[in-house]
């Protein structure tokens, strides 16, 4: 079946330093991917997404690109704040699916990320 | 406002209770889904509805129950079967099953 693997956490970095989280994945037909984050007690928001190979997703200066070849959706940023501390979230969803996987969204384990002043 | 409204925020119960977590959402999204989050284990799905009166299991459907009489609300409830219901509890839709999910705040379940 489908699956998402991210980078294990914690990440902890300074501020103005640059931020990789990566992801790979795992899917039958040709998934859309999908970054969401979550702040502290709070639900999960959409960062950004890309549905096919090679579209890049950007979001709040955040980056990420479909590469079909290597299965892979790296989370990429120039410059974090310390507003950027946060659970982040790699998941895709295979529209080709179907049964009960249609629509289906599967999820990384996250990875938290902490930024220090 | 458009969005998803989750209530409470916060929810205790003692085992042995049944208990019913509210979700409603004035996006006019046909699909809604309910997911589980523990510590460390990402978000697991519980039940999802692409459509009104109908729903289908997820992965870890045991001891939840949900109805979808209405388009714009999905209410999930934890029976006593459910032998772990701790746990931080979302609520998503999507315009239909092929489109990106938007989450709800969430309601923290906290079974004693």
């Known amino acids: 079946g489908d699956s998402v693997t991210q980078m294990e956490g914690p990440v902890t970095l300074s501020e103005e330093a640059f931020l990789t989280i990566n992801c790979t994945y795992t899917?039958?037909?040709?998934?859309?991917l999908f970054w969401y984050v979550q702040y502290p007690g709070e639900g999960l928001q959409l960062l950004l997404k890309a549905t096919k190979a090679d579209d890049k997703g950007s979001n709040k200066g955040f980056e990420a690109t479909y590469r079909k070849e290597t299965t892979s959706f790296h989370l990429e940023k120039g410059s974090v704040q310390v507003s950027d501390s946060a659970v982040y979230f790699c998941a895709l969803s295979d529209p080709n699916a179907g049964g009960t996987s249609y629509g289906k969204l599967t999820f990384g384990q996250g990875t938290i990320l902490t930024v220090h002043p | 406002d458009g969005g998803i409204t989750q209530s409470p925020k916060y929810l205790f119960r003692k085992e042995g209770q049944n208990v019913t977590l509210s979700c409603e959402q004035n996006?006019?999204?046909?699909?809604m889904y309910w997911y589980r989050q523990d510590p460390g284990q990402g978000l697991r799905l519980i039940y999802y509805?692409?459509?009104?009166?109908?729903?289908q299991k997820g992965d870890i459907a045991e001891g939840y129950s949900v109805s979808r009489e209405k388009k714009e609300s999905f209410p999930l409830t934890v029976t006593s079967a459910q032998k772990n219901p701790t746990a931080f509890y979302l609520c998503?839709?999507?315009?239909?099953?092929?489109?990106?999910?938007?989450f709800g705040p969430g309601t923290r379940l906290t079974v004693t």
């Open positions: 996006l006019n999204h046909d699909a």
């Open positions: 998503a839709s999507s315009m239909d099953s092929a489109y990106e999910q938007y």
């Open positions: 899917a039958t037909g040709y998934p859309s």
């Open positions: 509805s692409q459509i009104v009166n109908d729903f």
